[in-house]
């Protein structure tokens, strides 16, 4: 028989269970990546600092 569809299947999962992990210095909040900005520093790479959270989101 052909397989090929579970392994299309076991990848599937596999994307979504790392797309769902922060990457580090970053947590999860509110269905996004968040980290605190420093008071007089930059957001880390990746991400932008958003007024209304008060955080800097990656990715966005």
């Not at 028989?1 to 970053?26: E, G, H, T």
């Not at 900005?37 to 991400?47: D, K, L, Q, T, Y």
């Not at 600092?49 to 966005?60: D, H, L, P, Q, S």
Request: charged share 10%.
């Amino acid at each position: 028989m052909n397989f090929s569809w579970f392994a299309v299947l076991i990848f599937a999962l596999l994307a979504v269970v790392s797309a769902s992990n922060c990457p580090a210095k970053f947590t999860a909040q509110g269905g996004k990546c968040v980290a605190e900005r420093p008071i007089h520093g930059e957001c880390p790479a990746g991400s932008t600092y958003k007024v209304n959270i008060n955080a800097c989101v990656y990715g966005a």
